[in-house]
């Protein structure tokens, strides 16, 4: 028996991709109740506790509990779909029963297909996801090996400006030199830390320590480095990255 207006908890630690995703369910499924809306691990664990929602929404990453701690330990169980910057633990927890996961920057299409499957999955028992483990996170990389003509020179990732597509290369800039790489901008994603590293378009990933100065001009965005004189535009599925700096 399907849920005629099912409830759904929303746990995103960063204010506004929660209230869009909040904004975009409310668009794609309008009797869909969100309960409650939190932005840490402890408060979603409470939420999930005291108000039995069908359907939770968990950051993989965020303040006291991770997603994946929250719905491996939770008591209530409840349809899940989680919310991550790569796709690391999700796909794995995908496959142990998690109706789906959404990457960010929220994709509007991507949200309404795991709408879809939720809406088919309504009908059944949560999956149990108490046996959900949490993989050793690939240690980050610190030394890339580049060409600079015809030597290889070994650089330190945080002395990198940025990372910046260039045909089949990727261009590693550094405020002495530029070298080229083989790996891809996305692949690179998966390995830089989050924390230090900011994609900000699809050809370029930047070292937050080397942001010198970000502006905005008609509606858009532009971040300039350290020794560089060139603003770079940041893409627009990649700005509310700056919206809280």
């Known amino acids: ?14 204010a506004i991709l929660r209230h869009e995703l909040q904004d975009a369910l409310a668009q794609l ?40 701690d929250v719905a491996r330990l939770a008591q209530h169980p409840c349809h899940t779909v989680f919310l991550t910057a790569h796709n690391d633990y999700a796909v794995d927890a995908f496959d142990q029963g998690a109706v789906d996961y959404l990457l960010k920057p929220l994709d509007l299409g991507r949200l309404a ?22 993989k050793k996170p690939q240690e980050a990389l610190r ?24 045909s089949k ?9 530029e070298a080229y790489i ?6 690179l994603v998966a390995q830089l830390e989050a924390d230090k590293f900011l994609q900000i378009s699809r050809s370029n990933i930047v070292n937050v320590a080397a942001i010198d100065a970000v502006q905005r001009s008609d509606g ?13 535009a940041v893409s627009q599925a990649y700005q509310y990255q700056f919206r809280q700096m």
């Open 29 to 68: 499924w309008p009797e869909l109740d969100i309960i409650a809306a939190v932005d840490d691990g402890i408060k979603a664990m409470q939420a999930i506790t005291d108000l039995r929602p069908d359907i939770a929404f968990l950051d993989v990453r965020m303040p006291g509990l991770s997603g994946i």
């Open 169 to 177: 290369y990727t261009k590693v800039i550094t405020a002495k030199l």
């Open 220 to 232: 858009g965005l532009a971040l300039r480095l350290q020794k560089e004189h060139e603003w770079l």
């Open 143 to 166: 030394w890339i090996q580049a060409s600079v003509g015809n030597q290889i020179r070994f650089i330190n990732v945080s002395d990198v400006l940025c990372f910046r597509a260039d």
């Open 1 to 14: 028996m399907s849920i005629i207006k099912p409830k759904a908890l929303i746990a995103e630690d960063e």
């Open 113 to 134: 297909l795991a709408v879809q499957r939720l809406r088919q999955r309504l009908s059944q028992q949560p999956a149990d996801l108490s046996a959900l483990q949490i």
């Open 182 to 187: 083989r790996t891809t901008i996305k692949d």
